[in-house]
């Protein structure tokens, strides 16, 4: 191991080819043997190699040209990879914590490219995120989206970040970047080390956790209308103010800029003042309302006001099916029930009228005698 870091050493010295001073140009890089780079400083000063200065040029060989240099060059360390960076640099335990928990350490290990903006330990105890609450597995869901909106694919250093720019990060969503003379920021973090090579990437040290944006609530699915109840010109009654449907079907309250605000809510009868206790309700009410409900009770009847102006009688109904209503049919073959206690009841009344008769005429008769 020794002596092939002596070795890497040694040839990091090495260049192919016949290069002369008069040749190198200021910036200018070059892969010496070993396969990294040195890069070469031009001014009036004279010329550097890395940080060496060069203090005799151009020495003649039979096999090449020497430049004599007053520094050892020593060879870059070999990149390793993202969380093995993170673990060496003493800021990180909360992350790479966070990507063991989260099983996205083998992720990161990757051959990527990835670009990784890595939070410090100080960025996750302000975040307050306590890596032992996430158990569960929806919330390990969660640490997951967290940890991978840290990360872009690719390897993208800080001077190609421009102000306005923004790149999709791991779990879908995006990061948008602020390029000005204070620094550059991701979101609201700001990065406080830039290009901290990796051998599959680059990190830039940020000092906030980025929280990706909460997922959007869907639109609710509304319900075809097959009837529609509206405001009559007069903004005083409900037109039609009496439906009939069949069950499953849906009825809308829709009515918009009205000048005055409207509602529907249950009553417990025709034209009722009494509200339905926990009754069906369009909620508060207003000038522009798109209420539905789909009756799903069949043989029923749905009374229902406006709670503005239920003193001027605003009223209405939907009928569903039959309404409820009972209709009560006759015995077959014969009058009914009633007709024959009317029946019933005639000689009875006929025998008090004779015996008022009678009672009557003794009287009268006794009467005379006296």
């Not at 640099?89 to 990161?108: F, K, P, R, Y």
């Not at 105890?125 to 306590?130: C, E, N, W």
């Not at 405001?231 to 009205?258: D, F, H, M, R």
């Not at 009672?359 to 009467?367: D, E, H, M, P, Y």
Request: proline share 5%; net charge negative; glycine share 8%.
């Amino acid at each position: 191991a020794e002596n092939a870091t002596l070795v890497d050493i040694l040839t990091y010295h090495v260049v192919s080819g016949s290069v002369a001073s008069t040749a190198l140009t200021d910036g200018m890089t070059a892969t010496a043997l070993n396969g990294d780079d040195v890069t070469f400083t031009v001014n009036a000063a004279g010329v550097q190699v890395n940080d060496a200065n060069v203090v005799t040029a151009d020495v003649a060989a039979s096999n090449g040209i020497i430049h004599v240099i007053d520094k050892v060059l020593m060879p870059p360390a070999d990149l390793v990879d993202i969380p093995t960076v993170a673990t060496g640099t003493g800021i990180h335990t909360a992350l790479v914590a966070a990507l063991a928990q989260a099983d996205l350490v083998s992720t990161l290990q990757g051959t990527g490219p990835f670009t990784v903006f890595a939070p410090t330990d100080a960025a996750f105890t302000a975040a307050g995120i306590d890596l032992s609450t996430f158990d569960t597995d929806a919330e390990n869901a969660t640490l997951v989206d967290i940890l991978t909106y840290h990360v872009v694919s690719g390897s993208v250093a800080s001077t190609a970040l421009t102000d306005g720019l923004t790149a999709t990060a791991l779990n879908g969503d995006n990061v948008t970047f602020t390029v000005n003379a204070a620094g550059v920021q991701v979101n609201d973090a700001n990065v406080v080390t830039a290009d901290v090579a990796a051998s599959n990437g680059i990190i830039h040290v940020i000092d906030k956790v980025l929280m990706p944006p909460a997922d959007p609530v869907p639109e609710p699915v509304l319900p075809d209308c097959d009837a529609t109840v509206r405001i009559a010109p007069s903004g005083l009654k409900y037109t039609p103010s009496e439906l009939s449907i069949t069950v499953g079907q849906t009825v809308c309250w829709q009515w918009e800029n009205e000048s005055m605000a409207h509602n529907v809510r249950q009553v417990d009868g025709d034209q009722s003042t009494t509200y339905a206790a926990n009754g069906i309700s369009s909620g508060t009410a207003a000038t522009t309302v798109d209420f539905r409900y789909t009756f799903d009770v069949d043989s029923t009847t749905f009374y229902y006001a406006c709670e503005p102006h239920l003193a001027a009688g605003m009223f209405g109904k939907v009928i569903v099916g039959d309404g409820g209503v009972v209709e009560v049919t006759p015995p077959a073959g014969g009058d009914s029930a009633d007709d024959s206690d009317d029946d019933e009841a005639v000689p009875g009344f006929l025998a008090i009228i004779t015996t008022i008769a009678l009672v009557g005429a003794a009287f009268v008769g006794s009467r005379r005698r006296d």
